[in-house]
């Protein structure tokens, strides 16, 4: 019997053996933790993350439900990126089901003006 941990492990290993972050179209990376939500922008040719946001940041002022404060930080990453001038992105889920919060912050990115 896999725990929770390790069977997200499983899976984001498999979605990671398909998907690349390039300099022209960085990866989109979300992590999910109890209390907050983070986003950043990583270049995996040079191993640099370009810009990040979470809801535990300082920057960050949205209240409400876990839900609306992904939808924030989505928008801002989004906001984020667009001004380090990128546009297109390659979105990471990071072995979580895309649903709930992470589903959120993709949409506020979405928002925001990212494609992906």
Known sequence: MLG???RRDRIKKG???????STERPRLSVFRSNKGIYA???????GKTIVSASSLSKEFSANGSKSNQSVAVGKLVAEKAIAAGIKEVV???NGYLYHGRI???AEGA???????
């Open 15 to 21: 979605i990671r053996k398909n998907l690349s972050g």
């Open 4 to 6: 929770k941990l390790s």
């Open 91 to 93: 979105f990471d889920r």
């Open 110 to 116: 979405r928002e925001g003006g990212l494609i992906f």
């Open 103 to 105: 589903k959120s912050l």
């Open 40 to 46: 950043q922008v990583i270049d995996d040719l040079s």
